[in-house]
């Protein structure tokens, strides 16, 4: 069996493997998608001592600096089903086979829902955005929307409002979901306009980057043109952790794994780390400490339960 055996192959679940490899342990990386997220971001310039890269060089950065150590890194694997054993768990997989593992960190990761309306896949990283920290500065001075009323999309705008030349908010029901406080303060920026009861029903782009987004007023049946350089989606971040729900593990409401500072859960030995759990602000400097607070922990939890 693994010593520890990392499920997810992002930021968190690279970081665990690393640390975990260096204890001189059993180490295994079972990963849908080496990379994660990083793989969809075009440029990161938020990662400390790193002024700029892009995605896809941080995604093969993190592949080369696990292949340095002895991981067995299983790549488009997806994890379906996790089971406590007398003397571990057990992992079972999309195609069907299992592995053991006497600790397992889940660092599965998360995504951003989408809207779903022609031209947003299209565009996306080409003006559509999902990370207001990440990606608001390269929107300096011009015009963005933000789709979403609720605290995201209102913190989003907030901060967006600071950085940009105007925003658009756009939300769905008839009024903002926000906390109150964060309403009041975003209806005081002089650079922001709010529309409720809209649906976005399309993303338009030039071919090579968004120009506009179409909005049907939902009370008249009106359909409005915005013009504009970028579109933040703040309609939800889904923890992908649906694959654990007999598992034994706590998840929260919203579906995140509940980890305590240590990254444990509630499952002895099932440690977790980054987007999936409940950890304030998802980014992937934050993500990887985690991954790493996460090995720490099982190796922490092997030398008190395993036998030499
Ligand atoms: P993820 O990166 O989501 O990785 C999850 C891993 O788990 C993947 O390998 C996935 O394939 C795998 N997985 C999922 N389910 C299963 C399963 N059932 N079985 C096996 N494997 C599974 N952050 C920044 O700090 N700076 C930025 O500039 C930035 N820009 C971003 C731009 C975009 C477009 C997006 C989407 C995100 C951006 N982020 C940015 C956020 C950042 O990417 C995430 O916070 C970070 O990647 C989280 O790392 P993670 O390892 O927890 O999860």
Redesign the pocket.
């Given at each position: 069996p693994f010593d520890v055996l990392v499920?997810?192959?992002?930021?968190?679940?690279?970081a665990a493997a690393i640390y975990a490899a260096r204890k001189g342990i059993r180490t295994g990386v079972?990963?849908?998608?080496?990379?994660?997220?990083?793989l969809?971001?075009?440029?990161?310039?938020?990662?400390v001592s790193v002024s700029h890269t892009e995605?896809p060089q941080m995604a093969t950065a993190l592949e080369a600096h696990v292949a340095d150590y002895e991981v067995d890194v299983m790549n488009l694997?997806?994890?379906?089903k996790l089971e406590k054993t007398d003397d571990g768990f057990r992992l079972t997989?999309?195609s069907g086979a299992t592995l053991q593992a006497k600790s397992v960190i889940v660092?599965?990761?998360?995504?951003?829902r989408k809207m779903g309306v022609p031209g947003e896949d299209q565009y996306?990283?080409k003006g559509v955005?999902?990370?207001p920290?990440?990606?608001g500065p390269l929107f300096k001075g011009k015009r963005v929307a933000v789709i979403g009323g609720g605290n995201s999309g209102v913190e989003a705008a907030i901060d967006l409002a600071g950085i940009v030349g105007h925003v658009t908010l756009i939300e769905f029901d008839s009024q903002l979901r926000a906390d109150e406080v964060l309403q009041a303060k975003l209806r005081s920026l002089p650079n922001v306009a709010i529309i409720t009861s809209a649906l976005t029903t399309e993303v338009l782009g030039d071919g090579s980057k968004v120009t506009g987004l179409v909005y049907e007023d939902r009370t008249t049946g009106e359909k409005h043109n915005v013009e504009l350089e970028g579109i933040f989606v703040q309609i939800g971040l889904l923890p992908?952790t649906e694959?654990l729900k007999d598992s034994g593990v706590s998840l929260s409401p919203r579906g995140e794994i509940v980890i305590d500072d240590r990254g444990a859960t509630s499952l002895p030995g099932v440690l977790a780390?980054?987007?999936?759990?409940t950890v304030p602000y998802?980014?992937?400097?934050?993500?990887?400490g985690?991954?790493a607070t996460a090995s720490l922990s099982a190796f922490d939890h092997l030398i008190r339960t395993s036998a030499p």
């Open positions: 499920v997810g192959g992002g930021p968190a679940g690279a079972l990963a849908e998608r080496f990379g994660g997220q990083v969809d971001t075009l440029a990161i310039e938020n990662f995605g694997q997806r994890a379906e997989t999309a660092s599965t990761g998360a995504r951003w996306m990283t955005a999902f990370c920290h990440c990606d992908n694959w780390a980054g987007d999936a759990t998802k980014q992937i400097i934050i993500a990887m985690a991954g």
